[in-house]
């Protein structure tokens, strides 16, 4: 039985993280990767990824931490080396355009996806499968209230899909008049009106709602731990170790 020498050599940012610790305990649990740094300004290994690119060998780095630090970061490690998995949502549209850039440029793996869990992925794929047959439908994501950014990156990239099918989901509505601001959540791409909910006791889940005459489809995930993300973040940096692309959405890499 041959023995695996060549393994993936993985950083993790955010690793002190809620999220980065369930990354750390997947990552050590692969054989196929190598944990060599663990990076977070509060009490980590090392407090930044270029002091730790200084340091150990670095083959894809994996990027939980806020939505302030996620750009740069992946400016750093696409003009570095450095193959790069974010699951930190709050990229712009023209930030990953740059970052599609930069990855094809110096030939690195650049994978971005709102969320890894592949029942998610699913409820994205249904919900835009579903975009073909309904002309009105809206989304509803809830999240537990230390999620900083809103609405969430599933949501956003649920809505960029769904607009693919259809181009106006709000078919036959009446003119709106908002008595308090915001009472109809936020439009998303073609229409799509998107409303985020933060409470304790949530961990992640959403539901899409299609409406026509006389039904209504609803389409809902819900994760209940970490645990879930993970085979689709081992996923993830095995696809851009090896082929070294750009990727935004899991959806692009599942069989």
Known sequence: MSVLTDKIKIAVCGSNGKMGQEVIKAVKSAEDMELTAEIDIVNGQYSSIKEAKDAVSIDVLIDFTQPASIYENALFCLNNGINIVIGTTGLKDEQIK?????SKANNLGCLIAPNFSTGAVLMMMFAKMASKY?????IIELHHNQKKDAPSGTAVKTALMMSEENSDF???????KETIDGARGAEAYNNIHIHSVRLPGYIASQEVLFGSSGQILTIRHDSMNR???MPGVLMAVRHVFGNKDFVYGLEKIMD
């Open 134 to 138: 309904f002309k009105n439908a809206e």
């Open 98 to 102: 740059e970052l599609e850039t930069l």
């Open 227 to 229: 645990e879930c993300y």
């Open 170 to 176: 709000t078919f036959g509505n009446c003119p709106e």
